[in-house]
């Protein structure tokens, strides 16, 4: 099966940079994904990290380390509507389709 | 509009009734994911179908817990008998073939069980 943990909370002011990280341990799979979900709404893609190195979408940035077992979330200059949960997911190789999803991250910006 | 649809929104049962949830994917997705979601926790894997084949049920937590997914589109969970312990929102996603696998959800359907 598949294990991923990421932080419980993060809080920070806006302007700021935010890190979430994830670790996970699999047997082995395609690609490491990241969703958003604010209070009340449904979850939405975010960013997939297929190869190691960074992924860059405007404010966010998305990096996995297959050797390392480690990917992360970065959240640049931080704006009030960025407060959300934030879940790292990975495609299994032998779970076809199937997403496994982290706890989630609830990010907290602060004035 | 073209999304994944949920219904109903909000579901207040009482304890032993039988619930029906319903979801609309979005159309020519073949994979079909329905999850649940308690208050301030993670996503957890219910059920998932692709195609015709047979569905992964692997993360139904009880026999009370059944879904079907009829012409390859629309989907039915099925909670027989509730309990109080079902209350939480029930997510379902939509997703192509593809190396992305980018899954798109539903608004979910907030069931509480009295």
């Known amino acids: 099966g598949q294990s991923l943990e990421q932080p419980s909370e993060v809080t920070a002011v806006e302007g700021a940079i935010v890190q979430i990280n994830c670790t996970y341990q699999t047997s082995g799979f395609y690609g490491l994904s990241w969703y958003q979900q604010h209070d009340g709404g449904a979850p939405t893609f975010l960013s997939y990290?297929?190869?190691?190195g960074l992924e860059e979408t405007g404010r966010f940035s998305s990096f996995l380390s297959r050797s390392d077992s480690y990917g992360y979330l970065l959240l640049q200059e931080l704006q009030m509507k960025d407060s959300a949960s934030y879940f790292c997911a990975v495609r299994a190789l032998l779970d076809d389709y199937k997403l496994s999803f982290g706890a989630g991250t609830t990010v907290t910006v602060r004035a | 509009g073209a999304g994944v649809s949920q219904s109903p929104s909000n579901k207040v049962t009482e304890k032993g009734k039988d619930v029906e949830l319903r979801c609309d994917p979005i159309s020519g997705h073949t994979a079909l994911y329905w999850y649940r979601q308690s208050l301030g926790q993670g996503l957890e894997f219910l059920i998932y179908?692709?195609?015709?084949?047979?569905?992964?049920k692997s993360g139904l937590p009880s026999d009370r817990f059944s879904a079907e997914r009829t012409g390859g589109s629309v989907s039915t969970l099925t909670i027989q008998r509730t309990q109080q312990e079902d209350s939480a929102v029930y997510l379902c996603a939509s997703s192509s073939v593809g190396i992305y696998n980018e899954q798109f959800f539903g608004p979910g359907t907030r069931l509480t069980v009295l």
């Open positions: 179908f692709q195609g015709n084949s047979a569905p992964d």
């Open positions: 990290n297929a190869l190691d």
